[in-house]
């Protein structure tokens, strides 16, 4: 599943507009036009997949993967083969389905957040 297929089924499901999309994602006004006309370029900044993924309602790593798939350093042949793999050892580690590196950050410093807003001596 490319990116525009995401944002697609997005927009569909609850009658956002694009434009709505990337304000809410706190994304520059022409930010889709311009990877729509010259293809996602790379892989936007880690800010930027976040405030998206959170936006779309979709996992991370789901975005991520289509991003990939739309900057076309993942043809979508050989994502499709990989999802449809049963057996994991052929598939590289870091696209194995679980809790990704990125996600385990994100959930501690959100702890450590939490935990620093907290009186130290519990009172």
């Given amino acids: 599943m490319t990116f525009w297929d995401l944002l697609q089924h997005y927009c569909d499901d609850t009658g956002a507009t694009e434009a709505a999309v990337q304000r809410k994602a706190r994304l520059n006004h022409g930010?889709?036009?311009?990877?729509?006309?010259?293809?996602v370029?790379?892989?936007p900044k880690v800010d930027v997949v976040v405030a998206l993924a959170d936006t779309l309602r979709v996992d991370y790593e789901e975005l991520v993967h289509a991003l990939l798939v739309s900057a076309e350093y993942l043809p979508a042949g050989v994502a499709r083969a990989r999802a449809r793999a049963g057996d994991l050892s052929t598939v590289p580690t870091a696209a194995r389905p679980g809790s990704s590196r990125g996600?385990?950050?994100?959930?501690?410093?959100?702890?450590?957040a939490t935990q620093?807003?907290?009186?130290p001596d519990g009172s």
């Avoid at 930010?31 to 293809?39: C, K, L, Y």
């Avoid at 996600?103 to 450590?112: F, G, K, P, V």
């Fill in 41 to 43: 370029p790379a892989l």
């Fill in 116 to 119: 620093g807003s907290q009186d």
């Fill in 103 to 112: 996600r385990r950050l994100r959930e501690e410093q959100d702890a450590a």
């Fill in 31 to 39: 930010t889709f036009t311009a990877w729509r006309a010259r293809g």
